[in-house]
Structure formats: structure tokens, C-alpha cells
């Protein structure tokens, strides 16, 4: 292992306080390939005492101040697009051309929508609301930020969280998961070279660093994405100081495939919704509910794209996607296949492929029913389920029927049908005739067990802002 990173804290880079790492794992090789800090209290108390000092002045910092930094940010991303793209494949095994079209490019054009936003912000005119007082409202930055990012997007992730907050005024102290370091600390060794000391800092470690985060004191917000479980550990541990929490917690999307349907573009389009990333989005078209009558026709057409769908190694342009992101995430797609029911048939894949990585091949299930475990749970893999529905009412039902509400689909050429769905659909998002797809402009973000707050829009800038009042006598 020739590769180390460092954690950069108050404009410096460093090992971990005690010296302890952990090794960083290619997943298209299953080999160890560089060692990251294991960050303990000491490096938490270093980073979030360099952001609480930085603060105040970033804070003071005019908007247009902040837009240009960003700005300049996004124009150096760009600039070196080419190691970004190497780090982030080299971390989670994603085809290279993809990282660069898909993630890269929308991660850069995110940066520069919240550099625009830093000067857009809205409230309430100032009037005379009581006689003889005249009120204002003051939107201002929150203070120090923890965020904790995933890694299925370690970069798209992390402009996610840092973008938003740095454009309000806030600080940051940002964690890269332990398997996925790469990218984020290139971004601080970018952001370094533009923002103030300290504004910007990232310290890489495990589930135990961010809980030392999140529990910290000084973070007026704790920002995550990933399980229900971390989920529900940030928001308790938050709890105990009343810290503003933001969780985007995973998905069960479902994508409804009416009778009138245009079928061939459902398919199309579903299989990159579903295997995209190895299935590794919280937005996976992961089940899918057919009308009856068109039930096994749709179910056949699925079967044979996923069987054309191909994955392999970063350098392969003719793949989709790459391997599950570490040998647990394999493990537990595994187990989901290996404990189907009986009354369920694996209609392709189903299986690891090859002996070296992570890869899995892309799989579609189908006879399943409501209340089996691969509908219930997030499986977080290339794998597809398929059931089917009688009416309207029904389908509304299968797809609500889960303790996930972050993005849906609906498949019709009937107008009134699809405002229906969209009105009694349960999700955060709903797409019609189409799935997965993001603009920086419009929000991200769930309900039930996928967590509260947005990301992304004007919703997610205002999420690292307060409101304060203030009212003068005339």
C-alpha cells in the first residue's frame, strides 16, 4: 500500500492524533490499497474547535463573498477532474466514463447553483405588523456544521452537504465514510487552496468518529446520510443537546407500471434506475409493481435487459455499473437471495460474479408478495423485485406498504392518473415516465423512515439557515 490520506484540519493536513488507521479496500480488487486515519476524540475536539474559530468571519462574509469562493471551487474541481474521477472509482469500483458524466458533472454544476443561491436569499417583507413596530426577518447561518457522508456517492455526497452550508455561512467539519475517503480529501486539499483556515475541515474515521462528532457540543447541526440505524442514533444523540438534525436514510422506491404504459421505455429506462450504481441508491427503482394484464409480458422484457446489463471492471465502457461497495454490502445481498421464499423465482441473476471484487450480477425477482423481506427492506444491491397489482388502489397500496417514503415512480399515458398517483403516492419524489433523474433546483429529500430535511434546491439551502425576528419600536 503506497497511498495514505490525511485528515485536514484548520488548513493542515495530518494523521490521527494517536497515530491509528485503517486500510482502504478497491472493491473491483477486494485488496487493500491505502490507509486512512482513524480519527478518535482528539482529532473531533481539533476539527470542531479550528471550525468554531473560523466561524464568526466566515459568517460576516458577504454573500457575495461566499458565491465567488464557491464558484472558484466548482472552476478547480473542474480543473482536476481527471484525479477526482480516478479517486472516486478507485474508492467504490465505478465505471470511470459514468463517474465522470454522471456524478462529476452534476456535482460541479450543484456547486454552482448554491453559489448563485448564497445571493438569493427570501423572507417575509419588513411591514408594520403592530401599530407603531416594524418587523424584520434576519436569516442567518447556524454555526458549525458535522456531516457525515455514504459511501455509495462519496463526492456527489459530500457537495451535498458541504455546498448548502458553506454558501449560508456556516463551518464544517465533514466525514468521508471509512471505505470511500478518497475523493472528499482531494476536495480539501482543493477547498484549502480558496477558503479561509478552518472553514472547511474533514477528518476521516469510523462509525465511532462520527458518533464523537455528532455527540460533540460545538455543532449547532448534524447533517448525515446513510442507514435508518445511524439514522435514528444521530437523531438521539442530537437529541441530548437539541442540535438541528438533517437525515436522508435510504429508500424503497417503487415504480408503478400501469396497462397503458409505454413498455419498451420502462424498461429501458428501469433498468439503469435499478442497477445504476450496483443498486447502491436510496432512489433505486428497486421494486416494481405491473398491472396484471401486462404482468408477465413486462416481467419477460426485464428479465432480458438485466441479462444484457453488464458489470465489470472501472476501465470497461460497455459496463453499467461496477462491484457492491465492500465485502458486507456483498454479504448482505447475498443473504437477501438466499433466504427467498419458496413462492419466489429469480428471473435472472442471482449470483456473484467472478472471485476477485464485489461484483453481482443484475438480478430480478418476481412471485413475490407484500410482506416478504426483500420487499420490506432495503436491500441496497442490483436486485429488482416484481409484483403485481390489480387496480389503481392496489398499487397505491403495494407502494405506500413500507416504512421507506423517499422517491417513487409512476409508468402511464393517462394524464388524470398520474396526478392522481402523484397525490396519494407517499414519497418524496415522484417521477412520471421516467425514473431517477436530479436537477440541482428542485429538492431531494424523504418522509417516514427516510429521514427529514432536503437536500438539494432552495429547500436544502434554507435547511443550514435560522430565522430570527427582530422588531423595532417606530
Not at 57 to 83: C, Y
Not at 409 to 425: E, G, I, P, Y
Request: glycine share 8%; proline share 5%.
Amino acid at each position: 500500500m503506497s497511498t495514505t490520506f490525511r485528515n485536514y484540519i484548520d488548513g493542515v493536513f495530518a494523521d490521527a492524533s494517536d497515530g491509528r488507521t485503517l486500510d482502504v479496500v478497491d472493491p473491483s480488487t477486494g485488496e487493500a490499497y491505502a490507509t486512512s486515519p482513524l480519527s478518535g476524540q482528539a482529532d473531533v475536539d481539533a476539527a470542531m474547535a479550528a471550525a468554531a474559530a473560523a466561524f464568526p468571519a466566515w459568517r460576516d462574509t458577504t454573500p457575495s463573498v461566499r458565491q465567488l469562493a464557491l464558484l472558484k471551487i466548482a472552476d478547480a474541481m473542474e480543473a482536476r477532474a481527471d484525479e477526482l474521477v480516478a479517486a472516486e472509482s478507485r474508492d467504490t469500483g465505478k465505471p470511470l466514463h459514468l463517474t465522470r458524466s454522471e456524478e462529476l458533472a452534476p456535482a460541479i454544476d450543484q456547486v454552482r447553483f448554491f453559489a448563485g443561491a448564497a445571493r438569493m436569499l427570501e423572507g417575509r417583507s419588513a411591514g408594520e405588523y403592530m401599530d407603531g413596530m416594524t418587523s424584520i426577518i434576519r436569516r442567518e447561518p447556524v454555526g458549525v456544521c458535522a456531516q457525515v457522508a455514504p459511501w455509495n456517492y462519496p463526492l456527489l455526497m459530500a457537495v451535498w452537504k458541504f455546498a448548502p452550508a458553506l454558501a449560508a455561512g456556516n463551518t464544517v467539519v465533514l466525514k468521508p465514510s471509512d471505505t470511500t475517503p478518497a475523493s472528499t480529501v482531494l476536495i480539501a486539499e482543493i477547498i484549502g487552496r480558496i477558503l479561509p483556515k478552518g472553514v472547511f475541515n474533514v477528518i476521516c474515521g469510523d462509525r465511532e468518529t462520527g458518533r464523537a462528532m455528532v455527540e460533540h457540543p460545538t455543532p449547532a447541526m448534524a447533517s448525515i446520510t446513510g442507514s435508518v440505524r445511524a439514522g435514528i442514533q444521530v437523531a438521539q444523540s442530537a437529541a441530548k443537546d437539541v442540535k438541528r438534525v438533517h437525515l436522508e436514510l435510504g429508500g424503497k422506491a417503487p415504480a408503478v407500471i400501469f396497462e397503458d404504459a409505454d413498455l419498451e421505455k420502462a424498461v429501458e429506462d428501469l433498468v439503469v434506475g435499478g442497477f445504476f450504481n450496483a443498486g447502491q441508491d436510496c432512489t433505486a427503482a428497486t421494486r416494481v409493481l405491473v398491472h396484471e394484464s401486462v404482468h408477465d409480458e413486462f416481467v419477460t422484457a426485464l428479465a432480458k435487459a438485466a441479462a444484457d446489463t453488464k458489470t465489470g471492471q472501472p476501465d470497461d465502457e460497455d459496463v453499467l455499473y461496477g462491484p457492491l461497495n465492500n465485502a458486507n454490502q456483498l454479504k448482505q445481498v447475498r443473504g437477501f437471495i438466499d433466504r427467498l421464499p419458496a413462492h419466489a423465482k429469480i428471473e435472472a441473476g442471482g449470483h456473484r460474479v467472478g472471485e476477485k471484487g464485489y461484483f453481482y450480477a443484475p438480478t430480478v425477482v418476481s412471485g413475490l408478495q407484500q410482506d416478504d423481506e426483500i420487499i420490506q427492506n432495503e436491500v441496497f444491491g442490483p436486485v429488482m423485485t416484481v409484483q403485481s397489482f390489480s387496480d389503481e388502489a392496489q398499487a397505491v397500496a403495494y407502494a405506500n406498504g413500507v416504512d421507506y417514503a423517499l422517491a417513487s415512480s409512476v409508468w402511464t399515458k393517462d394524464h388524470a392518473r398520474a396526478m392522481r398517483m402523484s397525490k396519494n403516492l407517499d414519497f418524496g419524489c415522484v417521477w412520471i415516465n421516467t425514473h431517477m433523474a436530479l436537477v440541482a433546483e428542485m429538492p431531494h429529500g424523504g418522509f417516514k423512515k427516510s429521514g427529514y430535511g432536503k437536500d438539494l434546491s432552495a429547500y436544502g439551502f434554507e435547511d443550514y439557515t435560522r430565522i430570527k425576528h427582530v422588531m423595532t419600536s417606530l
